[in-house]
């Protein structure tokens, strides 16, 4: 019974040793957490308060953090490089379309639309916002944000041009729109029943 009982304790002693040694290699081989959600701040131009960040998970045998963040009701994933060598938080892949930083693999396949689109939003920047966007949409439509329902606003790249796409339900027809993140110029627009 003793014997068993001295078994049992230099299994459990195993085990916390060989928990604590994973853990300092986690702590010196990887970057933080809090790490990570500087990068992505960093790389989105925002404070990092003003997101929220659903998940941060470690792919141990990747080597990268996958990442799923909010920001103004909008869900961006990042990849980024988990290891804190030299090149540790680099941003592997990202679906967030306006770069402010040069830290992105280019040679990493999984990148080409995130540089396109970073190259080209270098050219075309945001000057309304989503907001204005909303407005713009309403004011041709001629009605307002209380008359409607069912809006969804969100930023999308179309043709090498920054577009806010703008939907609502009004007076039973839906219409959706596409205008111009830089001039607010309606690019097209689109009206149709509900019931067809």
Known sequence: MKNTKKIIIIVIGVLLILALIFLIYLKVAFIS?????????????????????????????????????YYH??????????????????????????FTNSIIDNNNSNTNESTNNENASNSNTTTITMDEARDIALNHASTNINSITHLRTERDYENNTLVYEVDFIYN?????????????????????????
Do not use: C, H, P, Q
């Not at 957490?33 to 989105?44: P, R, T």
């Not at 596409?178 to 627009?189: L, M, V």
């Open 33 to 69: 957490k809090s790490e990570v959600k500087d990068i992505i701040a960093a790389n989105m131009n925002v404070n990092v308060n003003d997101l929220y960040f659903e998940s941060i998970d470690l792919e141990l045998d990747k080597g990268i953090y996958e990442v799923e963040v």
């Open 73 to 98: 009701n909008d869900d961006y994933e990042y990849k980024i490089d988990a290891k804190s060598a030299t090149e540790g938080g680099r941003i592997i892949y990202t679906d967030f379309k306006y």
């Open 172 to 196: 039973n027809y839906e219409y959706d729109y596409k205008i111009d993140a830089a001039t607010g110029t309606i690019i097209s627009y689109d009206v149709d029943s509900i019931y067809d």
